[in-house]
T-cell receptor, first 113, second 112 residues
Framework: DGGITQSPKYLFRKEGQNVTLSCEQN?????MYWYRQDPGQGLRLIYY???????QKGDIAEGYSVSREKKESFPLTVTSAQKNPTAFYLC????????????FGAGTRLSVL | GENVEQHPSTLSVQEGDSAVIKCTYS??????FPWYKQELGKRPQLIID?????GEKKDQRIAVTLNKTAKHFSLHITETQPEDSAVYFC???????????FGSGTQLTVLP
């Protein structure tokens, strides 16, 4: 199960607060992804990055921001503009952004206080 | 963009029976179709995948079939066991894109 580490496992956000979810990988993968998982809706892509210092919006990027300053790290910030942030967030990585297998982290469960 | 529909949303089978989960996709240029298994409280893990130049692929009790003409692909699990109980997700990669589009998931329960 090693290779991709997400922290924290549980996170609570107060109204109006920005929170940052960590994702680190030691697989030397070029591509990294953030997904949001809600019951009955599968995995929805928030942001993805193919290389360092570059990233693209996914299907539900509004209210989120990311950075990719290092190959190993792809943190996700849930901003106060995201009005319904309660969900399970999964980070993934793949060797390249093409047909290579995506490996997932263990996830962060975010709840609103 | 790509749209992936997955059915059924829940499936219960008796231990030893077969289970079939079906997915349809919209982008005829899609060329990669993985299946992930997510056990309760754990991360999704790839169990099998198929590329568009192949019609069927098997790995022990698991098989995936692809019908490019109809734009659908299916997961087949034979001789189901209680440890097969999990949520299964299909996904498709559009030909012009680098990311996957996932189906909504199927909760499979294998009854002892």
């Amino acid at each position: 199960d090693g290779g991709i580490t997400q922290s924290p496992k549980y996170l609570f956000r107060k109204e109006g607060q920005n929170v940052t979810l960590s994702c680190e990988q030691n697989l030397n993968h070029d591509a990294m992804y953030w997904y949001r998982q809600d019951p009955g809706q599968g995995l929805r892509l928030i942001y993805y990055s193919q290389i360092v210092n570059d990233f693209q919006k996914g299907d539900i990027a509004e209210g989120y921001s990311v950075s990719r300053e290092k190959k190993e790290s792809f943190p996700l910030t849930v901003t106060s503009a995201q009005k319904n942030p309660t969900a399970f967030y999964l980070c993934a990585s793949s060797l390249q952004g093409g047909v290579d297998i995506q490996y997932f982290g263990a996830g962060t469960r975010l709840s609103v206080l | 963009g790509e749209n992936v529909e997955q059915h059924p949303s829940t499936l219960s089978v008796q231990e030893g029976d077969s289970a079939v989960i079906k997915c349809t996709y919209s982008d005829s240029a899609s060329n990669y179709f993985p299946w992930y298994k997510q056990e309760l409280g754990k991360r999704p893990q790839l169990i099998i995948d198929i590329r568009s130049n192949v019609g069927e692929k098997k790995d022990q009790r698991i098989a995936v079939t692809l019908n490019k003409t109809a734009k659908h692909f299916s997961l087949h699990i034979t001789e189901t066991q209680p440890e097969d109980s999990a949520v299964y997700f299909c996904a498709a990669r559009p030909g012009s894109a680098r990311q996957l589009t996932f189906g909504s998931g199927t909760q499979l329960t294998v009854l002892p």
